[in-house]
RNA sequence: GGGUGCUUAGCUCAGCUGGUAGAGCGUCGCCUUUACACGGCGAAUGUCGGGGGUUCGAGUCCCUCAGCACCCA
């Protein structure tokens, strides 16, 4: 790749002619084959990757599960990171956006037994080996489509370091993490309660529980006292347990049952004798005050059960149906049958006191949605604690940053509270825990069995096992910011990548993702992740409502950049529903909210948008109306370019008339050019600040106001002024076509971050005709605030004919004047500044303002009866003779006027109150009387224009 | 029970350290002006959730109430 400018950035040189005139330029932007073309030819020319120069900027991206799709969420997300990424290599830094793709343990698992099922295969029947088999082949097959995605996208992710979890490299880091972990004593493996999935038959962490409030029961039981005096009454929302009962608990405090602690009930249907015991947890308002204890099957009676020595009875088998420690009848049931068998034996017994209503806390399994069960497992844990304290330190001490900071709270909050990690998985998608058993139990952790066997000396003879367990899948995406850039090599990648510059990620897995790439990128890094965090909201509907496949309210990112017809659209969301019979309701609101289906807008109108829409809130409403918008500013974009290369012509635009070049021959630049230009400076200035807090509304913002409303609205029609003139010189016309081929040029740089894909189209034609040369926008320097400096003498100029032409079209707008008739204007009271601008902009004021004449009143003079405006001191006046209604007119000075008593009668009970004047800084108090000063001198003058109109009237 | 957000124009949302309420879409009016009708020009629209406080001055700071959403237990 040629180094096609220097860090300067100035455009100057030799313009070809002729090569680029495209006249024949389509009327309305056809972004479809555009994007693909330029797609590959960045990618094919290697632009993606770093280009090792300049300071190190880097993005990992959060690894999409390989198996899916992106959705709107990723495309948002993905639209910030290629906007960082291409804004920071513009701005000359060595970029790097990693990419890659998680494995996705459960979730991957899941869909493959689908598959095979629908095959009529049970993972069961399988050989571990050939299971692990069919997930890689179903990766093979669908890994493609979130690349394909990407790639539609315009994410400039360098393809070469593409990343999988479950890469050979990557593997090798979360072995040597383990193994580490296990020799500093931070992971362990123990036999404790987890959370077990009875329909997935695994463990799951906490984070994987989602605790909804669901509408039960509470069963009031008799337990009879062994002594025959009687009973007591326990409450539970689980009946079913009891068999696995061991104690029935009270609170010490509870005087009704002081006499009963040390007794022993007879507990029902298990034949059992249990005790009854006093603990402080038993809250004493909660049913009867007296509750049965199951440590087997209750995460708080577990610890009560170790504070009281009681036995742990485990009941269920892993598919939570009764086991063998049940009586015989009730062994094979399910947990929800065998609950009501047990519930009617009890009460036949007369044992069952009453029943309620009572809500409770259900937990269900975030993939499976099975009611999850506290069951008894060994399995493998990560000790945290001593992992959290340094990530905590290091938010606080300012070395990792969230932004909104608000975020860091939310982090703390968890971390603060945190509890050990079960990271085993009774999966076969993952990687394989490194420990190995004996034949006598004994565990051996090691990088490898080979390890394992050297270490402790274990003969070549003696049969070991590996765990059959693989980790869960954010065990390796702890490691990612590392693991991608080769660790544990010590690679050039991580001397120089490492800390990354920003994550970027949503607030819903600040737990599961980020908070552990912190904990594992301090312990084996030393050092954080990332630099900043920034933190996204979560893409809703147009309603607020969580997108989702069972909702039918799914945007496909790609269906608003291609567009879908109807009848596709529905097709999408009505099959492989897992309720097929809300396929007709979905159906119904698609056809409604759709009826056209969606059509197609282009990729950079997509990131356009949902860059326009990350601000910074919880939740981000897609509005595919603001699509259309952004679509429209594209289109817009595209027309300026076409007026711009129709303006140039086939004549180019000649050397030796560069208007910014300072250079023998430069022509002195239009008041005009160096307003648009000082204009752009500041809109670059704030892309700057905006830039450098995440406020890509805010980046979105200047550039769409800029290009639109300064850019097409305002200096294209300046231009046109001197261009299809016959007063303006050659020289000055060849000037204004090289300020706009300028400018032109410049803008599609800096808009390059947001829509790549446009701005690349129009800056290879437009960047030779402004003296640029090189291969492609996106590796052209990003434009700098002080290379277009502020002008405030000619945007105050600008902005005296801004004023008079609004003046001017108000009064035609507001009396209906038809925008095609040319109207003659007095001006009336020109001070010598007005006089002068009037006479370097007269020809710009009579096209803008569509004026047939522009006349400057004598001191003095009378003029003839016309609607008026003020522009400062300074009356516009459009004689009312053939054009305006009187009466109309008077109509709308009364608004005014009205108005602008309003605004006075405010302005004076300000300045009246002898507290404002002393207590305001001085400043503030003279603005206010400037402006006290204006509205009284607009009042006057509207009452006087009034009275004469008046006299008009008949 | 603990915590965090949110409530501003018909809709979707901006409003930084307190100093004359903004944008996009929609609405209304005029216009096929030779870059663009995916357009041009103009207009209308808000007791900034309620109440109280601090202040010369509050959408902005504090308290309180209400409603909505989410997270943790």
Known sequence: MTAARSAEGTCAGQVPAGRYNRADMDKVYAPHDIERRIYERWESHGWFAPSGRGAPYCIVIPPPNVTGTLHMGHAFQHTL???????????????????GTDHAGIATQMVVERQLGARGIERADLPREAFVEQVWQWKAQSGGTIAAQMRRLGDSVDWTRDRFTMDAGLSRAVVEVFVRLHEEGLIYRGKRLVNWDPVLLTALSDLEVQSEEEEGQLWHLRYPLEDGSGHVVVATTRPETMLGDSAVAVNPQDERYERLVGQTVRLPLADRSIPIIADAYVDPAFGSGCVKITPAHDFNDYEIGLRHGLPQINIFTPRAALNEQAPERFRGLDRFEARERIVAELAAAGLLERTEKHKLVVPRGDRSDAVLEPYLTDQWYVRIAPLAAPAIAAVEQGRTRFVPESWSRTYFEWMRNIRDWCVSRQLWWGHRIPAWYDSLGNVYVGRS???????????????????????????????????????????????????????????????????????????????????DVYITGLIRDEHGEKMSKSKGNVIDPLDVVDGIDLGSLIAKRTTGLMQPQHAPQIEKATRKQYPQGIPPHGTDALRFTVAALASPTREIRFDLERVASYRNFCNKLWNAARFVALAVGDAGVPAGAPASTPAAGRHELATADRWIRSRFGRAVEAVEAAFGEYRFDYVAAALYDFAWHEFCDWYVELAKTVLQSDGASAAAKQSTRRNLVEVLEALQRALHPLAPFITEEIWQWAAPLAGCTGPTVMLQPYPRAQDFPADDAAEREIGWVQAVVLAVRQIRGEMNVNPSRRIPVLLQAASATDRAFLERNRAALERLAGLGSLTVLPAGATPPPAAVQLVGELRVLVPMEGLIDASAEVERLGKRLARARQDLEKARGKLASESFVSNAPAAVVATERERQAELERAVSELQAQLARLRGLLP
């Open 449 to 531: 069995e080979a390890e394992v066997r050297r270490k402790h000396d274990l003969p070549a003879g003696t049969p070991l096992h590996q765990d059959d367990d693989v980790l869960d899948t954010w065990f390796s995406s702890a490691l990612w910011p590392f693991s991608t850039l080769g660790w544990p090599e010590r690679t050039p990648e991580i001397a120089k990548f490492y800390p990354t510059s920003v994550l970027v990620t949503g607030f819903d897995i600040i737990f599961f993702w980020v908070a552990r790439m912190m904990m594992m990128g301090l312990k084996f890094m030393g050092e954080v992740p990332f630099r």
């Open 81 to 99: 990171m290629d906007a960082l990424t291409r804004y920071h290599r513009m701005r000359g830094d060595d970029t790097l956006w990693q990419p």
